[in-house]
């Protein structure tokens, strides 16, 4: 599946009827495809998948946890657990400042050779409506491994909700170092 096939598929998603939603909900959980990883630096590349959840615990407040588990190429896998929380402010009726906090568990592995690492992410942005149906959430992330990588990237996600508890997804994430582009479906509670 390639960038076009992912442009057509979006398109098509906005036409379907679609209901608004009242106002942005944290208490969610999604599946994502990732059907690109690149790594630059190296020849790891390849696809795989993500799940996560998140609950909120106060009215500005919210917990989250996501698994990301990548096929790369040569024979080697990564995986990344991401465990944190959020602060969201209402600055107008579609439009929320985000503050992210988690904390990075990563592994690539090949064989019996595997290296291990983690460290943090701090991230801030907005979370904004363009349509009753249509999302835009856009993050500046700033990682930091104890190995002494560091790396400020964007993650920008899309939204075509088809009920009020469900939506489609788009993602792409980017920094000097590396390259995400995701598919999925979002559920909200």
């Known amino acids: 599946m390639n960038l076009r096939h992912v442009g057509a598929m979006a398109a098509s998603l906005l036409i379907l009827p679609g209901i608004g939603q009242a106002e942005f909900n944290y208490t969610s959980a999604e599946f994502n495809y990732i059907f690109d990883v690149e790594v630059d630096g190296t020849s ?7 799940i996560g959840g998140t609950f909120t615990i106060a009215d500005t407040f919210y917990l989250g ?12 896998d990564g995986e ?20 992210t906090f988690s904390y990075l568990d990563t592994e690539v592995s090949r064989g019996n050779s595997s290296f291990d690492d983690d460290g943090f992410q701090l991230g801030g942005g907005i979370r904004t ?19 002494g ?6 993650d920008l996600r899309g939204r075509y909700y088809i009920s009020p508890e469900f939506a489609v997804q788009a993602k792409l994430a980017f920094g000097t170092d590396f390259e995400i582009i995701s598919i999925g479906v979002r559920g909200e509670f």
């Not at 657990?81 to 985000?98: R, V």
């Open 44 to 50: 790891l590349d390849g696809d795989g998948f993500s």
């Open 65 to 76: 946890a996501s698994f990301e588990d990548y096929d790369l190429d040569n024979g080697w």
């Open 80 to 99: 990344v657990l991401e465990i944190g929380g959020g602060y969201f402010h209402t600055l107008s009726e579609d439009l929320d400042f985000i503050a």
């Open 129 to 147: 409506r363009l349509a009753d149906t249509i999302e835009v959430e856009a993050l500046i992330e700033y990682v930091n491994m104890d190995a």
């Open 149 to 154: 990588d560091s790396d400020t990237g964007i």
